[in-house]
């Protein structure tokens, strides 16, 4: 009674070609993402050392190690993201809990998605006008990182608003239904149950712009600094900005520490990616409902 | 025989989704310490009927509601104070939600949200509800799980056990016994007979038996309209005034 009918193998096939047709298209996402790494690890890996990454440049940046522009990054995405995420969380709460449905939420939901596909050299200009020059920072980590800041919240207010979605709204109701409060539901049942989404799909968007040039450049980056960056009204070099510089504007520079600068970058970002995507999959195991 | 307190009075209450009008002008009373039953066939807008009571449409844009609701003496729609309101009223749903928290929060959350903080006065709210909806038995050893992993009848006699404890001047259950086992509907039920001393009830029922067990009186709904509504006994036996009335008690459409 379970033999195959013509039917059933032609089903079959079917589904056979389809999945070895998504799986190819899968390769084809990977193989330059591979060999990216490949060619990066290959060529970069001989320069990392513990004086690469733990010393000042010499000699017209073409001898010595990275660390001001490491330690320069840090302090950029670091202050991103204390500027970024009690804005973009609050803003996301506000529109996802309290606006009501209407034009005027959608309009401003519209234009938050298009913000997110603003280049970032526009940005850039944002930044030197508001920040460098109106709010009379300077050129200075707090000038780039809220440039970098104003770029990310976009993608900060829609990660944090699809956790707070991912929360049903069943609960919501039942809550509200017990005479709580907008206020205590999103105390109560809805923080606490999307906190860690919201937190790692931030840390997973922001860490990105620590590969950005074009917003930090004008704004707060610098060539070279003798020095490593004090407070945030400091200027500072950044591994982005640094790879950017010896890679177009330092003749005899060795191709070895132009990508090992590369690796270090992409590095930093994929480990701050792993880190938060295994905290999701460690908090996915404990699903709550 | 001494006139019944009226505590909740409908007149001409209409609710709309969008343009589609679900409750189209139902006026009734609702007696103090009764159990008022609601029949009538899916779609009939017995749901929309409790949502309108607890100020719902508030969660939801797409619905209005015209008309006048009296309870407490004031017309609900006046309440600024919704949340007072909606603490006065429990409510069941048939889709049951156990909160993604303990057991004994989920309980324990609307005495909370009052302000009692004493552990003491909590763990009597806790198990004093526990009890009466049936459950206390299945989770005393583990108060501490999740309300949300419970089963689905679990989770049903957890969300009664919450509407509870909310200390209700009424209760408004929407088939409650849905996905609740024959034996632990009569214990809730028997429990209900006993809660009507203290508190109103509205039982929404699609098993007309039940309307007939627990109710003492009951209306049928029928495409958002009341047809009539009666004593429990005259409706199911009597005469009533309506043949639709009579064909739907008999089983013969809905
Ligand atoms: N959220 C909603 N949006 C749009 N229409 C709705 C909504 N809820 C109910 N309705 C419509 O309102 C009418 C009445 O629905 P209601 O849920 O009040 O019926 P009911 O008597 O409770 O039915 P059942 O016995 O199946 O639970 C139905 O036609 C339904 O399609
Ligand atoms: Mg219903």
Redesign the interface.
């Known amino acids: 009674m379970f033999e195959a009918t013509n039917l059933n193998r032609r089903n079959h096939q079917i589904q056979w070609l389809f999945k070895v047709l998504f799986g190819m298209m899968t390769l084809i996402l990977i193989v330059p993402v591979a060999l990216i790494l490949g060619v990066l690890v290959a060529k970069g890996g001989p320069a990392i050392s513990m004086e690469f990454l733990f010393s000042m440049p010499r000699n017209g940046l073409t001898e010595g190690g990275i660390l001001p522009a490491l330690i320069g990054t840090m302090w950029l995405v670091g202050v991103a993201l204390l500027a970024s995420v009690p804005v973009g969380i609050a803003a996301a709460i506000y529109l996802s809990e309290y606006a009501?449905?209407?034009w005027l939420t959608r309009g401003i939901n519209l234009a938050i998605i298009n913000l997110a596909g603003v280049p970032s050299i526009v940005h850039a200009l944002f930044g030197v006008g508001a920040f460098v020059v109106f709010a009379g920072f300077g050129a200075s980590i707090l000038a780039a990182s809220l440039t970098l800041a104003v770029m990310t919240l976009p993608v900060v207010i829609v990660a944090t608003r699809e956790s707070l979605q991912a929360v049903p709204m069943?609960?919501?109701?039942?809550?509200?239904?017990?005479?709580?409060?907008r206020w205590?539901t999103i105390r109560?049942?809805v923080l606490?149950?999307s906190v860690s989404g919201i937190l790692t799909g931030i840390i997973l968007e922001v860490s990105r712009t620590a590969g950005e040039t074009a917003p930090i450049m004008f704004t707060g980056a610098a060539m070279f600094l003798p020095f490593l960056p004090q407070g945030v009204l400091d200027q500072t070099m950044a591994l982005s900005m640094h790879l950017f510089v010896i890679s177009n504007s330092i003749p005899g520079m060795s191709e070895e520490f132009k990508y090992g600068t590369a690796l270090v970058l992409i590095s930093l970002v994929l480990l701050m990616n792993a880190l938060s995507i295994s905290f999701r999959v460690y908090l996915r195991g404990k699903k709550?409902? | 025989m001494v006139a019944p307190t009226v505590k909740l009075a409908v007149r001409d209450l209409r609710i709309a989704y969008g343009e589609e009008e679900a409750v189209s002008g139902i006026s009734l009373d609702v007696h103090a310490n009764e159990i008022f039953g609601i029949i009538g066939p899916a779609g009939s807008g017995k749901t929309s009927f409790l949502r309108a009571l607890n100020r719902m449409e508030m969660f939801n844009d797409d619905m209005h509601v015209s008309g006048e609701i009296v309870f407490g003496g004031r017309d609900i729609s006046d309440i600024r104070n919704v949340y007072a309101l909606r603490q006065k009223i429990g409510v069941v749903f048939p889709l049951p939600v156990g909160l993604p928290m303990s057991v004994y929060d989920n309980v324990a959350l609307s005495p909370r949200l009052r302000g009692v903080k004493n552990k003491a006065a909590l763990d009597e709210i806790v198990e004093r509800c526990l009890t009466r909806a049936a459950l206390w038995d299945e989770v005393k050893d583990r108060l501490k799980a999740l309300g949300s992993l419970l089963s689905g009848g679990q989770q049903q006699r957890l969300t009664i056990a919450r509407a509870l404890s909310q200390d209700p001047e009424l209760l408004l259950l929407d088939e409650f016994s849905i996905a609740v086992d024959p034996v632990t509907t009569m214990r809730i039920e028997d429990v209900l007979r006993e809660l009507k001393e203290e508190v109103t009830i509205i039982l929404v029922t699609n098993l007309v038996q039940q309307a007939r067990r627990l109710a003492d009186r009951t209306a049928f709904f029928l495409s958002g309209e009341l047809v009539e509504v009666a004593e429990t006994e005259v409706l199911f036996t009597g005469e009533v005034k309506d043949q639709r009335t009579r064909d739907y008690v008999e089983g013969r459409f809905g």
Request: one cysteine or more; aromatic letters at 14%.
């Open positions: 009501p449905d209407n069943a609960f919501r109701e039942a809550c509200w239904n017990m005479g709580a409060t205590q109560i049942v606490p149950n709550k409902w």
